[in-house]
């Protein structure tokens, strides 16, 4: 199940942090929306499917990817949610 919250369209980096109830038990999800520009690409010859694996790979292990968003010519934006301690 998910549900879609609008977030304010900010340039840039932004921190979100999303306190929810779930059948009365408070849960806290924290994101991270950060843009990436393809010119700062290490691969070869700017590939892009390569420069997503290489960004999302050497990402902060305390990550994991969320969503990849609408590329453009310049960047594209990648959404990473912090990982969470499995309930016992």
Known sequence: MS???????????????????????????????????????KSPEHKRVECLR??????NGDWGLYQIGLPTEEYVPITFRRKREPVA
Do not use: H, L
Request: charged letters at 25%; a negative charge; hydrophobic letters at 35%.
């Open 3 to 41: 549900i879609a919250i609008q977030i304010p369209q900010i340039s840039g980096e932004q921190e979100i942090e999303v306190e929810v109830k779930i059948n009365g038990i408070k849960q806290q999800y924290n994101y991270r929306v950060e843009i990436f520009y393809w010119k700062d690409c």
């Open 54 to 59: 290489e960004i999302i790979e050497t990402y």
